[in-house]
């Protein structure tokens, strides 16, 4: 029982290159989210997913796309990496919007030089 | 921007104290809810209320949704290590939207 899955771990990038973070849930939810984590911040929702197919903005949008690729599959792209992204970056689950027990993912912790 | 206050920011406690730890908004929300994060984890739901009023318990840990809808609270009675994290607090203010997290209240608890 896998739950939801975030690749990779660990990532460094330089500053304005790009790159896709993987999330994938094995409990057929509905819903998907990724969310960032910084220092004495707590937990900022970037984009959500409510359902296959739709995507919406979260709280900090700028500088991100998402792919709802299936209902399994949530992806996150940093198109031109910044310093200011650097960040743990989780992805979450749940059955529903409704739904609050989320299932999160153990995290991509993302340094940008 | 975040529309929790969560406090206090952190606590050192020794083991077997009580502890307790609070979240409070500016509006109104339908839904609280408690995480707790372990080191190099994600977060982990703890408790959830749904009714202004509600008192819930999980083992050591009690939680209340206030009654005016714009705070609640999280107990930890008799600490003991594995405490030891980060604890959210989360709510949201409607049933079609994703939740909002507080900054955490970060848990260190001394032998």
């Known amino acids: 029982n896998a739950g939801v899955t975030q690749t990779p771990k660990f990532q460094v990038l330089k500053t304005g290159q790009s790159m896709t973070l993987q999330c994938a849930q094995d409990m057929n939810h509905n819903s998907m989210y990724w969310y960032r984590q910084d220092p004495g911040m707590g937990l900022r929702l970037i984009y959500y997913s409510a359902s296959e197919g739709t ?20 992806s996150l792209r940093l198109e031109s990496a910044a310093p200011s992204q650097t960040s743990v970056y989780f992805c979450a689950s749940s059955e529903t919007v409704k739904n609050y027990g989320y299932t999160f993912g153990s995290g991509t912790r993302l340094t940008v030089v | 921007g975040q529309q929790l206050n969560q406090s206090p920011q952190s606590m050192f406690i020794q083991e077997g104290e009580d502890v307790s730890m609070n979240c409070t908004s500016s509006s109104i929300f339908n839904t609280w809810l408690w995480y ?10 703890l408790i959830a209320l749904y009714k ?19 705070d609640s609270f999280l107990n930890i009675s ?29 848990l260190s608890v001394i032998a």
């Open chain 1, 55 to 74: 995507t919406d903005k979260g709280e900090v949008p700028n500088g991100y796309n998402v792919s709802r690729l299936n209902k399994r599959e949530f």
């Open chain 2, 36 to 45: 707790k994060q372990d080191p190099g984890e994600g977060p982990v739901l």
């Open chain 2, 52 to 70: 202004a009023g509600e008192l819930t318990s999980n083992g050591r840990l009690t939680a209340q949704f206030g009654i005016t809808r714009k």
């Open chain 2, 78 to 106: 008799a600490s003991i290590p594995s405490d030891v994290g980060i604890y959210f607090c989360a709510g949201s203010r409607s049933g079609n939207t994703p939740l909002v997290f507080g900054k955490g209240t970060r």
